[in-house]
């Protein structure tokens, strides 16, 4: 059983262009969270996903930021226009369930932007 | 909103000893999660322990131990016989208990070095 799958691993976009970045959950696992980690610091949740449904959105920044997790495939975290302040870690986690327990995160995609 | 505080930027310790990381938190809800977790250089976040705080019995997992006083709002790891595996950036999270929303709280990390 695959852990939870991101890629890219890195990824470097100019200022300006289009930023997607995939997550693929554990097998079974229908909750998906996207986390993003600034150097230094700790992870901010962003958005907390379930198949088709965005259940909490509260950390995404209201612009520029959408994620998705269609009925097939993974979810994608997509970043339009990008700009140096998005330089960062992306996590992804998944669950099984929605209450409380997030025990496997992905390896990250570390965004570039030049 | 919830806060998660880590007041140790940095910490030293030498192979086989036992160290505690510190971490507190705030909170007006009742009934949540905490947890640690670990991120080694290869950045993977890697769950360490986690504590439901309607258990009164502090949560152990072979060399990692919490000490959790709920009244206090504090949540410490405890690392006995430290290995040089342990070095990493530990990190302190919360997690509100109603369904996931919100997500996990993070505090800002204690970055764990473990001196050969």
């Known amino acids: 059983n695959a852990g939870v799958m991101q890629n890219p691993r890195h990824l470097v976009r100019r200022r300006g262009q289009e930023a997607r970045l995939r997550c693929s959950p554990m097998?079974?696992?229908?909750?998906v969270y996207w986390y993003r980690q600034l150097p230094e610091e700790g992870l901010k949740f962003m958005v907390y996903?379930?198949?088709?449904?965005?259940?909490?959105e509260s950390g995404m920044p209201k612009e520029r930021f959408s994620a998705e997790f269609p009925k097939e495939g993974p979810s994608i975290l997509r970043i339009q226009q990008v700009v140096r302040g998005d330089s960062a870690a992306y996590f992804c986690?998944?669950?099984?369930?929605?209450?409380?327990?997030?025990?496997?995160f992905g390896q990250g995609t570390r965004l570039t932007v030049v | 909103a919830q806060t998660v505080t880590q007041s140790q930027p940095e910490m030293s310790v030498q192979e086989a000893e036992t160290v505690t990381l510190s971490c507190t938190y705030d909170?007006?809800?009742?009934?949540?999660?905490l947890f640690w977790y670990k991120q080694p250089p290869s950045r993977q976040m890697i769950l360490v322990i986690r504590?439901?705080?309607?258990?009164?019995q502090n949560a152990t997992e072979n060399r990692f131990s919490v000490n959790f006083q709920k009244a206090a709002k504090s949540f410490s790891l405890k690392i006995s016989d430290s290995q040089l595996g342990d070095t990493a950036m530990y990190f302190c999270?919360?997690?509100?208990?109603?369904?996931?929303?919100?997500?996990?709280?993070f505090g800002k990390g204690t970055h764990l070095i473990i001196q050969p």
């Open positions: 986690a998944s669950s099984p369930t929605g209450t409380g327990v997030i025990s496997f």
């Open positions: 504590q439901e705080a309607y258990k009164q």
């Open positions: 909170t007006s809800e009742n009934n949540y999660y």
């Open positions: 097998k079974g696992h229908s909750h």
């Open positions: 999270a919360f997690m509100i208990g109603r369904g996931g929303a919100d997500g996990l709280t």
């Open positions: 996903l379930q198949k088709e449904n965005i259940i909490d």
